[in-house]
């Protein structure tokens, strides 16, 4: 990978208990660090049918990759190869506007001379809102928390979630990654959006005890309903 190849957000909703084939695949194509979620969905019958799902119950998978391994991911699932076809669900690929570097260089398996200080790699969006996801170690959700709204955030939603495949890192950084995360979820304007990330990054990154994950996705509009 090099310093300036996109990194991507794969987001998999599957039936219950399918989560994990489609980790193990994932480990195939290098991409190793996952969050997965259990929901329920509204889906009538025939819409599940269409999408190949047997029940409304849902295993909810975030994956982080750089470009080139999603690429090669979307290209074995056009081309129907091998365990890919057993799989049914719904696959979203997200542009990462802004990540924690180390987060990043481990995503892609980067030689370590790529990670520069745990700052922020961030790409300028073109959009004037973004969505801020945080994966914390559930003990330290109340200081993150605290911590954006000082920075600018005005509210957030949590979601308890878990991370898979954690021992990779400890395998190349020697960092022991805490299993259950909760995410929060934050929807901010552009302007405040970096100091959020940075702040939170600085006080909670993956090299201390909350071992926080920091992203930004761009969100083409914002609406009140």
């Given at each position: 990978m090099s310093r300036t190849e996109a990194m991507?957000?794969?987001?998999?909703i599957t039936q219950r208990g399918d989560g994990r084939k489609w980790i193990r695949l994932l480990t195939?194509?290098?991409i190793m660090y996952h969050l997965?979620?259990?929901a329920r969905g509204t889906a009538s019958s025939a819409m599940l049918d269409i999408l190949g799902l047997e029940n409304s119950d849902k295993d909810v998978t975030l994956s982080f990759a750089c470009e080139t391994a999603a690429a090669e991911l979307v290209r074995a699932f056009e081309e129907g190869a091998g365990a890919v076809t057993s799989l049914r669900g719904i696959l979203l690929l997200l542009p990462i506007s802004a990540m924690s570097r180390?987060?990043?260089v481990m995503s892609a398996q980067a030689a370590d001379e790529m990670f520069q200080g745990g700052k922020l790699q961030v790409k300028k969006s073109e959009y004037e809102y973004s969505l801020v996801l945080i994966a914390v170690n559930q003990?330290?959700?109340e200081q993150v928390m605290q911590t954006a709204k000082q920075a600018g955030a005005t509210g957030a939603t949590v979601i308890r979630a878990r991370l898979e495949d954690s021992q990779h890192?400890?395998?190349l950084y020697g960092i022991s990654l805490q299993e259950e995360k909760?995410?929060?979820v934050i929807m901010t304007p552009g302007a405040t959006r970096d100091a959020i990330m940075e702040s939170v990054n600085e006080k909670f990154g993956l090299r201390t005890k909350a071992q926080a994950i920091v992203l930004s996705l761009p969100?083409?509009?914002v609406m009140k309903l």
């Open positions: 991507k957000l794969l987001v998999f195939k194509h290098q997965q979620f259990h180390l987060m990043a003990e330290y959700i890192a400890q395998k909760d995410i929060l969100a083409d509009r």
